[in-house]
């Protein structure tokens, strides 16, 4: 991703627009994660269930702490044995309800991917999805995508994204893989 798209990409983000753009896996719809009508909005363009929650994107363990996250010295241990890269680790929150829809826990993924951290970094946790419509198989071809999506959202990024697969998902609390 070229500096400049970057610079775009995050200005959209923390003026609680929705962006479709490669994520560390897949592309992703994102949004800013403390905007519950950044987050409303999400759901109705993928039809998703209202008690799925979304994955949140970190760029440093310093912003779990805005996530309501007070890990314990062994969860912290567990979390450098996954992080940075393409795990996604549910950890128990009681904090931004609109987030967790009242599981108490959020699924929360620090990439390994350095412009996608940057971003991150400069805009505060982001919600991350995949895009397309809830229940479809994960999109990969960006044609397709905009073409289902680009009336839906406010700017789609036209940077590659890795043929890879979503995310794995643990919980921290069993070390269970979801995913």
């Known amino acids: ?6 610079s ?4 959209l983000i923390k003026s609680n627009k929705v962006v479709i753009m490669p994520t560390d896996t897949i592309y992703g719809i994102v949004g800013l994660a403390d905007s519950p009508e950044v987050i409303e909005r999400i759901y109705q363009i ?29 969860q912290k241990t567990y979390l450098e044995t996954v992080w940075p890269g393409p795990t996604s680790v549910i950890i128990p929150t009681t904090e931004m309800e609109y987030l967790h829809r009242g599981l108490n826990s959020l699924a929360i993924r620090l990439p390994n991917t350095k ?24 999109i990969h071809d960006l044609t397709k995508i905009t073409d289902l999506l680009s009336d839906k959202v406010d700017y789609i990024s036209q940077a590659n994204s890795p043929k890879s697969n979503p995310s794995r998902i643990i919980n921290i609390v069993d070390k269970a893989n979801l995913r």
Do not use: C
């Open 1 to 6: 991703m070229t500096p400049q798209e970057q």
């Open 8 to 11: 775009k990409i995050t200005g």
């Open 46 to 74: 993928k039809d998703r269930e209202h008690t799925k929650p979304f994955v949140v994107l970190i760029s440093d363990y310093s912003q779990l702490e805005s996530l309501g996250v007070d890990l314990t010295e062994e």
């Open 115 to 138: 412009w996608l951290k940057e971003i991150v970094d400069k805009t505060g946790p982001i919600i991350a999805t995949s895009a397309n419509i809830a229940g479809e198989p994960y």
